[in-house]
């Protein structure tokens, strides 16, 4: 960025605007000396070398710059909730709503050079304007209607225009999020006793002005007016939240780092069936996306992994410890299987090869598992020199004991893997479920629990509703399904609340969008009697939070993992305290430049 600035300043023009700019936090004060704009994504992060060290920061770094910044989408699905992602600025970096809606309007005008046309509402401005159910910067509204220099582009099927009072339900502005509270931590075995705030159990309704008492690792009480232990450290949690903590019920945390790096992923095998492996085995407790992760609120991440048609065994871990051991809550949550499955449209020239193809896939698949049944129903009689280990590991899941997860989005795979669990009377949880919505009263009637894997996504067919991945938890959720919502892959795990939370903008109800994040993974991970909600002899795995954790502009202001305060401190954190206090470098405004005009805000 700066040899492209120089260049431009050498040869006399001015660059209108860097695009994507992800480290613009890095040199504000040279392309505010320059006037070139900035336009970023909202918080994109490690998906590749040259991205590992942005920071969701970033955006509203360059615009507390003077730099005239805008948020882009990159994406045909990010581009379909840019309100979201102008929320997020509030969060990372403190803006106003005001300032974050300037990113997504008045500000890409100016970059355009079209501020006297769009980007506010003004007499004589292009009649262009987007309707929202609620505030456009709260993760709960979406989009009711969008016109175009005056003519109506889109309305949703529900708005009904001959209401009396159409209008939106709630017109709140978000504000940005309390700072991070400061707990001391001791030595030993301590007593903590969180006061003054809204306690959500989960389980039960929420507590207002409630106590929450910590001891030995485990919460000892909740309620209100509770007698404080003698020697508690007293925590004020007036006008604050505290949640149980947030549970990623699919993810490759630790073992993928930059995955656009081979070198960096660890998260397959080269075998067809690896039932053997444990994904426990490869985990880095020292990766930069756990505390990222762990600064949204997520305190246990399940841990799958990737490759092969029986891909191996998921693992569930804590999101604080020094060596992988300490991280682990739980080795083996459940097997991982990825059936083999033909696409819905086949080449005609290689048609019939596929077929066979696939059919020669399954055939092995199926003779997999039933060799593995005919191992259990011999193992009593072995020797232990006559054990095979990896027939040894499908014990649990070939008995019905523990959960197969099958990797499974389209309507056509998840019928097939319910068909091929019954087979084998195996415990199916479906892991994907794009389209999970359009068989969700089987999935209800079998009692087969699901795990969304992404709410954001596009629909999985040009036939299907625009908001059909948007609606599926809410559908879910209506027919009776046991589900969890996920953020999967790593390097957007930390997105996981507002997964939830724009879920709730299509039609989930805002106490099961924080289960789907909360107590239906723990039921799912079968460890619903340590975590998922804020109840006595719990593990105290606890958030303290500025508001509703499936808000975006929301802030965990607090944790405890496993009854132990943690520091809420990342990769991003340090470098948006680092850039932050840069020194002013004292650069003077460029002259005259040919091109557009400086792109500052001051």
Request: proline residues 6%; hydrophobic residues 40%; aromatic residues 6%.
């Amino acid at each position: 960025m700066l040899r492209l600035l120089q260049v431009a300043q050498d040869y006399g023009f001015r660059v209108a605007t860097l695009q994507h700019v992800l480290e613009g936090y890095r040199v504000a004060p040279e392309m505010l000396a320059h006037g070139v704009g900035g336009s970023t994504f909202s918080d994109w992060w490690s998906y590749k070398k040259e991205a590992f060290d942005a920071i969701p920061y970033n955006a509203a770094m360059m615009m507390r710059a003077g730099v005239i910044t805008s948020l882009n989408s990159d994406s045909g699905e990010v581009i379909r909730h840019l309100n979201l992602e102008a929320g997020k600025t509030m969060r990372y970096g403190g803006l106003t709503a005001e300032e974050a809606l300037r990113m997504i309007t008045i500000n890409p005008a100016i970059q355009l050079g079209l501020q006297n046309r769009i980007g506010s509402i003004e007499v004589g401005k292009d009649g262009d304007f987007a309707v929202f159910t609620r505030h456009p910067l709260d993760t709960h509204a979406r989009n009711v209607m969008t016109i175009i220099e005056g003519e109506v582009f889109f309305a949703a099927a529900d708005l009904d225009l001959t209401d009396p009072a159409p209008g939106p339900g709630d017109t709140s502005i978000p504000t940005p999020p309390s700072d991070l509270l400061e707990i001391p931590v001791g030595t030993g075995a301590q007593v903590y006793v969180i006061e003054g705030a809204t306690v959500h159990p989960v389980t039960s309704e929420p507590i207002p002005n409630g106590t929450v008492i910590i001891a030995d690792g485990r919460i000892k009480a909740v309620g209100q007016s509770l007698a404080q232990p003698e020697g508690a450290t007293i925590i004020d949690g007036t006008g604050l939240h505290v949640y149980p903590g947030l549970i990623n019920a699919a993810t490759q945390m630790g073992l993928s780092e930059i995955s656009g790096l081979a070198q960096t992923v660890d998260s397959r095998d080269l075998a067809t069936f690896q039932p053997e492996l444990r994904t426990l085995s490869g985990i880095n407790p020292h990766s930069e996306h756990i505390p990222v992760a762990l600064c949204e609120g997520i305190t246990l991440s399940h841990v799958l992994p990737l490759g092969g048609i029986v891909s191996g065994r998921g693992s569930a871990i804590q999101m604080s410890g020094w060596t992988t051991p300490e991280l682990l809550r739980s080795g083996e949550t459940g097997l991982v299987i990825d059936l083999p499955s033909l696409p819905t449209a086949l080449d005609e020239e290689k048609r019939q090869e596929r077929i066979d193809e696939h059919q020669k896939k399954m055939e092995d698949t199926e003779a997999f598992i039933r060799r593995a049944q005919l191992y259990v129903k011999s193992r009593p009689g072995r020797s232990e020199s006559g054990h095979n280990l990896r027939l040894e590991a499908m014990i649990p899941y070939v008995s019905g004991q523990s959960s197969v997860f099958f990797r499974a989005n389209t309507y056509k795979e998840i019928l097939s893997a319910l068909r091929f669990a019954e087979s084998f009377h195996l415990k199916a949880v479906i892991l994907g479920g794009a389209d999970a919505w359009k068989c969700a009263d089987t999935l209800a009637e079998k009692s087969i629990p699901v795990v969304l894997t992404q709410v954001f996504r596009v629909p999985t067919s040009p036939h299907e509703r625009y908001d059909a991945q948007y609606t599926n938890a809410a559908r879910l959720e209506q027919a009776g399904v046991l589900f969890a919502i996920a953020s999967s892959g790593t390097e957007f795990a930390r997105q996981l609340p507002v997964h939830a939370g724009y879920a709730v903008a299509y039609g989930l109800s805002p106490k099961a969008a924080v289960e789907a994040i909360t107590l239906n993974p723990a039921r799912i991970l079968g460890l619903v009697d340590r975590v998922g909600s804020i109840e006595a002899g719990k593990t105290a795995d606890v958030i303290i939070t500025s508001g509703d954790p499936t808000q975006a502009s929301t802030r965990t202001v607090g944790m405890f993992i496993d009854g132990a305060p943690v520091a809420l401190i990342s990769l991003h954190e340090r470098n948006y305290k680092k850039f932050s206090n840069r020194p002013d470098p004292g650069l003077a405004p460029t002259g005259d430049l040919n091109g557009p005009p400086a792109m500052r805000m001051r």
